[in-house]
């Protein structure tokens, strides 16, 4: 071959080299290249969530809970939290309530989806949490639902940018799990499902409905907790949730390209909540241990509770009956449970791995109808909590730090530092629910970042 045929070829692979890398520089598929307008509905939005919105404890412990799983607030870190007694359980039968309320406090100029961008107000964000857990023997079924409630608007430069000025957001998210403990419950596996349901609705002149989608996948957990150590080590998977989204009579369908739209603004084919998987180690120092065995109170032995047994109140006049002896087995295994020492160190460290979401993008960007991809690759979350109890049977403190990811571009991670407390404010059975000496506690927590602060309120019951 002549040698200007040669340098000619040699040009030309080089052209064609040089467009193949520019096109995949640029070349967003479907959805568009970053920072262009979205002109198509085929395009996902990622629901993926870097703050920490959880109960208080969990919260001031910066979200390392995996390895901890304990009651109803630890069943959306791991599934095999259902079973797990609290040390101070006595009953075979036994049952727990929570609940408790975060509010993000920077409303202006906030990032709250940690993308880089600033001037979206968050406004009436409320992130609410209740939970509840039913065991009997060595088995658990636990629920804990969550709903978090925000109206986003868009900065003044982009309100021309399509016919949605304002976007209130709803994702209300419930984990139905059941467990079980073996050996001595010393090893907890469980799992059951996660379901999610997300709406979308137009508040900038009244409420329209622009689209909402529900969907459920699955999720398993384990728990190591032996007795003889002070450490325990979880895991758990959880599946994606959701895919495809149900459009609102009012939002026009392109039946030739499948486009959802209303007036300018493209509404995406799907919502995506991806896999997860998480672990946990939690080490606890002090005289304290961190493990304790569960005995309930019909199996405590008759030598042991017959002599506590008292007169019952209720004998008729002239008759001495004494009380069943539950009662007394109840006293005898609160009275051990008091007598063991309080003070403590507890350490508890996680990780969490999020997968991607494809041809994906935020809340926010689907609101301005700007490109900014979310979720191109797995994110991993780094957690850090510790908790002391400061002043025994009374008070608590918590403080950690967890390092957020960023799904987006033109982002980066941000570092949380977090704190709280646990105070034990009244003994009450909340007429008769609960047994005579249930104490009940309130906790507190914040949550501070760049661009973001979030604090939260508890209540529940002291162990």
Known sequence: MPRAAKISRARGFFAGFLFFVSFAAHAGGPLGRQGGAIETSHYTLDLFQGPVLASSRVTAMAGAYAGLAEGAEGIPFNAAAASQRYPYSTTRTDFEVTGSLTFPGAVENTDFDNNGHVGFGYRDFVFATLGGILQHDHFGLGTAISLQNFKLGKPVQFDAASDVKELTVRIFKVDAVASYGFLRDQVHVGGGLRGA??????????????LGTYGVGLEAGVLW?????????????RSPVLKTLDAAPNVTTNPANGDRVLGRFYLPTAVDLPWEAEWGVAVQVGRRPLNLPWTDEDTLPDEVSEPARRIDPSSPPGVLRLEPKKKAAHRILRRRYRSIAREKALFSFSMLATGPA???VGVESMLTQVVDRSGERASVTMRAGTEVEV???????????????????????RLHATTGFELNV???SLFGIFPDDNSFRVSGAIDIAREYFGWSLGVGSWY
């Open 426 to 428: 009244i003994e009450w």
């Open 197 to 210: 349901v997300f709406t979308a609705v137009d508040t900038s002149a009244g409420e329209r409905l622009l």
């Open 358 to 360: 494809t041809s994906a």
């Open 391 to 413: 002043l025994p049977n009374r008070l608590q403190l918590r403080a950690g730090s967890y390092m957020e990811p960023t799904r987006f571009r033109e982002s980066k991670a």
């Open 225 to 237: 907790r032996p007795l003889a150590l002070p450490l325990r080590v979880g895991a758990t998977l």
